[in-house]
């Protein structure tokens, strides 16, 4: 149901909320009358005795969420009957307990396995008008053996529900979705993959990297994804690598957008266009130099992106370049970045766009902006980015960042066809006529409280560019919101 600018039914806030809290409280007590039997030096070892250890996990959060003139207030011109409210504010939590083992075994191997789930919720409603809702949901559930082959050469092979990231988390990272029915929206709690096959290989330096991936979607919205490839990566003990990843979409009936001829019509829809969908992507980052380049890290990646059914190549990369003051109070370190994702030409009959298929998408990764990551996913977007970061202190850390973010191609779909619209002629339009879409401003402070415990805040603003205005037709305001969390995590 769409979030109203009347009032808010919250009727239906208080048994969910106390089913959760009972279901929270069963499990924080099972994890804690467990660590009473623990050893003093670390409260959450249960056992260790005859080759096996077994050990619980404990995480969780809540954070308190402020959100003004949403996504510019595009629903205002846009879509006027859906009765969208542009300011909210919500609270949302969840908890995630587990327990893992390890067994040495006399041969040398060692046989593991982690069980863990997650409970979240959101009170209110949230960016994306879905609240007083959540779920409990499995996360990890997986057995694993690694052990030595010869020397200097080693194996890690596991089976079942786990996280895997890929190279810097361009492609394959986040393996779960949270948000909408589930709850938990901004702290995006699961990071699992509903199923997962993970081979690795490892000589020396070099990993060699085999895997099948099923992710975890939301039940609403399971477009039947299946993964499968491989990624090679080079780790210098000096603090640089080298890395490249393979992925190939066994099966999946997510629907790809088209611009339309010209650009002139609304996009067209290819449902299932995903599958057979093949991406190559490379990455590395530079090792510390010397002499007049000390101090400096440079880091790239690229993507290249291919599907022979569907007519689909594509593109994408990033490049980085980052200096540490070393020697200055608070060791003020600035980065410099661009990265881009090719949009669909709409003079072409071949589809450009670039699929992103689960990359990691918070700030200090991929997200294209603060704000706008919510509205753009990476594809027909490029971002010039900047981030200034220092430390007062050894728990405390001030980041800013900033993000002038344009699209790559107009009249194409920018995220999934959003902006189709009439315009003032009467002609069906996606996309945007001005490439300028907005620039982003974060500033965001982390403490750390204690060895367990992490405080979060940061506020933001979103200032629309040409091609947002020209949507609305007028000028849009700005878009701000702040947060505060807390995350506990044992």
Known sequence: MPRHRANKDTSR?????????????????????GAAYAQDRDPMLFYDANGLKVRGHLQFGLNAVAERNLFWDLAASTAPGSAFDPDTNWLEGYIKPGVSFEYQLDAGAVVYGKLSA??????????FDTGDTGETTLEEAYLAIRGPLGPGLSYDLSVGPRELTLGTGMLIANGATSGFERGALKFGPRKAWEKA????????????????????????????????????????PAGGYLGATFVNVLNSETPYPQAAPGGNGPPSVTPGARE??????????????????????????LAYQWNDRIDLEAWAG????????AYTPWTPNVTLGYQSFSGDDPDTTTLERFDPLYYQGSPSAWATGSKSASTFINSNVNALTLAVRVQPTRQDTLTLRYAHIRANELNSPVQFGQATRVDIDGNVVSGVTDKHLADDLFLEYSRIIN????????????????????????????????FVNVVINF
């Open 276 to 301: 057979d969908t093949r991406t190559l992507g490379l990455y590395a980052k530079t090792n510390p130099f010397q002499g007049g380049l000390q101090n400096w890290t440079f880091t790239g990646d």
């Open 13 to 33: 806030r208080t048994e969910p909320g106390c089913a959760h809290v009972l279901t929270l409280g069963t499990l924080i007590g099972f994890c804690f009358a």
């Open 118 to 127: 997650v409970t979240s919720y959101t009170w209110g409603t949230d960016a």
């Open 318 to 325: 990033r490049v980085t370049a980052g200096y540490t003051f």
């Open 197 to 236: 096959v993970i081979a690795k290989l490892s000589y020396g330096n070099l990993t060699g990297t085999a895997f099948y991936l099923d992710p975890n979607e939301l039940p609403s919205k399971d477009g039947k994804n299946e993964l499968a490839g491989v990624d090679l990566r080079y780790d210098d």
């Open 451 to 482: 060895r367990n415990t992490f405080l979060t805040a940061g506020v933001s603003v979103s200032f629309p560019g040409a091609g947002i205005d020209t949507v609305i037709g007028g000028s849009a305001d700005p878009w701000t919101g702040g």
